[in-house]
Structure formats: structure tokens, C-alpha cells
């Protein structure tokens, strides 16, 4: 069965300093990976998609993330965390042709000054 | 506007009644999902539409959740006779059919039983 691990529950960051945030996953095909972002009382907005092609993928608000299949990840980075990064953050796969999305347990982003 | 909204944005409610949450999708959008985002369980898929039809009501929880959708836009999510583990945000979104197309998600609506 398909499943999404994200292993850090919460993590604090100061700000300036870099991100990194972890995505395991298990799907017998190739994935097509997601990052959300979901902002206190706010629905959740996609960050960047990996489908194909190039395994390190651009994003919004200056995050990427890299596909690894070897070691069946998808970590999201960020070089520099703003005050606003402060979000909960869910990694998510595509399990079907029509669009139905596996979550993962959501990453708590806190962000120190 | 142009999102994705929901309403209510909070209900409370009494164990044992019926509630009904309300979605509407981004214009043109023919594929719609709805999410329930619980504490104990994440954020699980409950029902996606292509236009009217629900090919995929795998994650209704329960015979006491439907949903419909009507006119290839609105949707309803009823939950009947509810129970305090009904408590969740139920999040609905909206898309271009497909998994390669981006889904759009509404603000969400609480749902509190007591």
C-alpha cells in the first residue's frame, strides 16, 4: 500500500537559517510528489510538484525540493527561513490517474528571531 | 472571488444531528475533492467528483456521510446523526481533471460536536 512519511512532527528554525524538511515515501510506481503549506486557518497551498524530468524542482516562495529515487524522498529545502515560513507543511502523492492525494502526517515549521 | 470557497467556515453542532457543509469550486474546474483533516488521523481523502459523478467514494468514512454535486459546481457534504468523532476541518478542493493538474483548496469548514 501506498504511504508518506514525514518524520519531524515539528521542527524550530531561526530565521535566516536554512530548511530542510523530509518526505519518505512507498508506491510501487513512479510517483508524482507534492508539497503543501498550510498558513494558521488557511486551506492548504501548493508549494512545487515533482512529475518527471529533472529531480531537483523550483518552487514558490523560494523553496525546491529534490526527488530521490533511490532513496525514496522528497525533501523540501529552503537556503533562508523568513518569519512568514511559519506554516504546517504536508507532503503528499499522487495514488491514482485522477488526481486522489496520500498525505503524510504534516511538518510543524516554527520560526524563532 | 476566484478560489475555492466553503461555508460554513465553523459549525457546531449537537451529537446525533445532521449537518450539511457547502463547496464551491473555482469556475471551469470539473474534478472536486473533498478532506477531512482530523488530529488523530491527518489529512484523509473522502470523495473526489468528475462533473455530477463520484467515481471514487472510497473514503466516506461511514454510510452516515454523503455528498452530492450538483450542475457540475456546487458541492454538499451531509453528515447524519453526527458523533463527536465527526469533529474535523473538512477541507474541499477543486481541480482540472488528472493528477498532474494542480488542486485548489478552499479555507475549510470546522465542524465541532459536542
Known amino acids: 500500500a501506498q504511504s508518506v512519511t514525514q518524520p519531524d512532527i515539528h521542527i524550530t528554525v531561526s530565521e535566516g537559517a536554512s530548511l530542510e524538511l523530509r518526505c519518505n515515501y512507498s508506491y510501487g510506481a513512479t510517483p508524482y510528489l507534492f508539497w503543501y503549506v498550510q498558513s494558521p486557518g488557511q486551506g492548504l497551498q501548493l508549494l512545487l510538484k515533482?512529475?518527471?524530468?529533472?529531480?531537483l524542482v523550483q518552487g514558490i516562495k523560494g523553496f525546491e525540493a529534490e526527488f530521490k529515487r533511490s532513496q525514496s524522498s522528497f525533501n523540501l529545502r529552503k537556503p533562508s527561513v523568513h518569519w512568514s515560513d511559519a506554516a504546517e507543511y504536508f507532503c503528499?502523492?499522487?495514488?491514482?490517474?485522477?488526481?486522489?492525494?496520500?498525505f503524510g502526517a504534516g511538518t510543524q515549521v516554527v520560526v524563532t528571531p | 472571488g476566484a478560489g475555492v470557497s466553503q461555508s460554513p467556515s465553523n459549525k457546531v453542532t449537537e451529537k446525533g444531528k445532521d449537518v450539511e457543509l457547502r463547496c464551491d469550486p473555482i469556475?471551469?474546474?470539473?474534478?472536486l475533492y473533498w478532506y477531512r483533516q482530523s488530529l488523530g488521523q491527518g489529512l484523509e481523502f473522502l470523495i473526489y467528483?468528475?462533473?455530477?459523478?463520484?467515481?471514487?467514494k472510497s473514503g466516506l468514512p461511514s454510510d452516515r456521510f454523503s455528498a452530492e454535486r450538483t450542475g457540475g459546481s456546487v458541492s454538499t457534504l451531509t453528515i447524519q446523526r453526527t458523533q463527536q468523532e465527526d469533529s474535523a476541518v473538512y477541507l474541499c478542493a477543486s481541480s482540472f481533471p488528472g493528477t498532474d493538474n494542480e488542486q485548489f483548496f478552499g479555507p475549510g469548514t470546522r465542524l465541532t460536536v459536542l
Open positions: 515533482y512529475f518527471s524530468g529533472d529531480t
Open positions: 467528483f468528475q462533473g455530477n459523478s463520484a467515481p471514487d
Open positions: 503528499a502523492v499522487g495514488v491514482n490517474s485522477w488526481g486522489k492525494l496520500q
Open positions: 469556475s471551469g474546474h470539473t474534478a
